[in-house]
């Protein structure tokens, strides 16, 4: 066991499919497997430490998430490398993902920190960073 690590990670989400196709893409290329999957939901593992997605029931869906309100800001991940960084850019943009502070990419966080931000289908802003070099 990883002491203090993340065990896991569950996030809701307003449509199942459309999320379990841009997590599986990343989470994939990230190194992480499928898990386990239901009928509402779908969680991949990397190590002992995994994330989940369910649907949320549709009395919750009437506010949508903001990572400015109260709560998770963002997810953020390690690459390998700066290839892989780039190589997930690409393949974000390849499936119309919006890259986020594109103008500054991949240097939006300082000039040392190589990464791309991004935000999965219910506008959750995910990070994956490259290690300092």
Request: some cysteine; proline content about 3%; charged content about 25%.
């Amino acid at each position: 066991m990883s002491k203090g690590m993340i065990h896991h990670i569950e996030l809701y989400v307003s449509e199942l499919s459309r999320s379990i196709a841009f997590w599986d893409i990343l989470l994939t290329e990230l190194g992480y497997s499928r898990f386990q999957t239901w009928k509402y939901g779908q969680s991949w593992k990397i190590e002992n430490s995994y994330l989940v997605i369910v649907q949320a029931e549709e009395k919750y869906l009437d506010i949508p998430y903001h990572r400015c309100r109260v709560g998770l800001n963002h997810l953020a991940f390690h690459a390998q490398s700066r290839k892989q960084v780039d190589v997930i850019t690409e393949k974000l943009r390849e499936n119309h993902v919006t890259i986020l502070y594109e103008d500054k990419h991949p240097f939006a966080g300082g000039t040392g920190h190589y990464a791309v931000y991004f935000e999965d289908p219910d506008r959750i802003k995910v990070e994956i960073v490259a290690p300092a070099i």
